[in-house]
């Protein structure tokens, strides 16, 4: 049973074709993977089949009486509401119901026989709904799904306007976790998740009995989590039963046959020019010519195989620092009050760092520190000599409107068009994503833009706060293999071990030194 049919849609955007044709179906329990390059247009599809933006053209439709969830990082959180009562509004239908069988309760002394006869038929169908769905473990479940994503470290009872963003997001998910609705589409769930509440995302996902579509660049948890894989490339919007590597394998199989098809027809077609050219001017063979070219002009022309745009990564390195790239003295962090014991932490020159541990623990804060972007709350932080850092920040701003060339510009004005374009090129960018906003960029894309501008920097330590959250596969791959060439020092936040294992020297757990139970 189809639940979401989508037929011949078709979406351009700032003059360039981001769906073309497309089609899509989701069936009953389906766990879908939504896959493809940054920018192809999966955020585009998303919101094209959730209502949030109008195709130009086609069909959308959705079976009766369906419920979706939709993981939109940019709803909002009203300042007030705990942690507890943002996961709590997931029930609020059933809550509604409770307050509905509460009045009908009060109505009982003041109706004759009949009418009391009816009340009571409504009570006794309220309650079975309520009992049917758990109301009396709400709580219940709202622990189990809050600390299966870790909140209850953080603690349910604190205001939502005190969170990170990252924090944010977990309680979005956690939300739409609860409220269990037959479709939950999901985009990019796991980029502010600890490992070990990414395992459990998955186990939570692979017993999901209701349908799912999730866009994630992270291929083992797409891998083990989904049986149907949909990829938007070039526009064109393809399905693939089975895992992801099903998906690679015939991917791969397809490009192949169709670089084949197209190499066997170009020799044809140019047998074929030749043969009209030769001969179209001759009386005697001027007939067999015109058939020749009504063979050519009725030829359905197989596309050349779309070779997606690559990036270059290559991080330009200033003189050696000194030995000691940072060393801490008694340094506490934290805002209005302290994250973490005293710390006295050493860094050398050529070490490359992996800074882990849950969400809330103060890792972004540490960086910010050490760099001297804020404060600490005690303590002394020694920078060595020689130092010229390169810093990617976690999260960047969605209220940007510059384009991603004046982004450039605004930090090396005296770089010429040619020059930014270039650079942003290399970092596997085109045209379009290039005189883009920032604001409209996807996550990937604005991610490249911010590593663009460390690399147009000589730099000999880089700090960088989770840097592979929004890029796709290919990026993700180069990035790994820039920071495996790069000789200077690196000290990285990241929750995706086989990233960064291939390249680091020391891992550092900021559970080691926190002040908060975890």
Known sequence: MSILTVEHVNHDFGGRTILEDASFRLLKGEHVGLVGANGEGKSTFLNIITGKLMPDS???????????????????????????DVLRSAFSYMYDLEEEMLKLYEKMGEVDENELQTIMDDVSDIQHTLEH?????????????????????????????????????????????????????LDEPT???????ILWLKKFLIDYENAFILVSHDTTFLNEVVNVIYHIESSILTRYKGDYENFERMNDLKKRQQEQAY??????????????????????????????????????????VYEKVKPNFKFNEARAAARF????QDLVIGYDEPL??????????GQKVALKGVNGLGKSTLLKTLLGIIEPVSGKVHLGDYLEPGYFEQESSKDNKNTAIEEIWSEYPAMTNREVRAALAR????????TSLMMVLSGGEAAKVRLTKIMLREVNWLVLDEPTNHLDVDAKEELQRALKAFKGTILLVSHDPEFYK??????WSAEDWTLKIV
């Open 58 to 84: 086609g069909k959308i439709e959705w079976c009766n009486r369906i419920t979706t969830g939709y993981l939109d990082q940019h709803t909002v959180l009203e300042k007030g509401q705990t942690i507890r």
């Open 133 to 185: 769905h758990g109301f009396y473990m709400i709580d219940a479940k709202v622990e189990e799904i809050a600390n299966g994503l870790g909140l209850g470290d953080i603690g349910l009872d604190k205001d939502v306007s005190e969170l990170s963003g990252g924090q944010r997001t977990k309680v979005l998910l956690a939300k739409l976790l609860l409220e269990s609705p037959m479709i939950l589409i």
């Open 191 to 197: 980029n502010y998740l600890d490992f070990e509440h």
């Open 263 to 304: 190499e066997k027809q170009q020799k044809e077609i140019d047998k074929l020019e030749t043969f009209i050219a030769k001969n179209k001017a001759r009386v005697a063979t001027t007939n067999m010519a015109k058939s020749r070219q009504k063979q050519l002009d009725k030829m359905e022309i197989v596309e050349k």
């Open 325 to 328: 790239v940072v060393e801490t």
């Open 340 to 349: 973490t014991k005293p710390l006295n932490l050493v860094l050398e020159r």
């Open 427 to 434: 970092a596997g960018l085109t045209n379009e994503h290039i």
């Open 502 to 507: 291939p390249f680091i020297t020391h891992e």
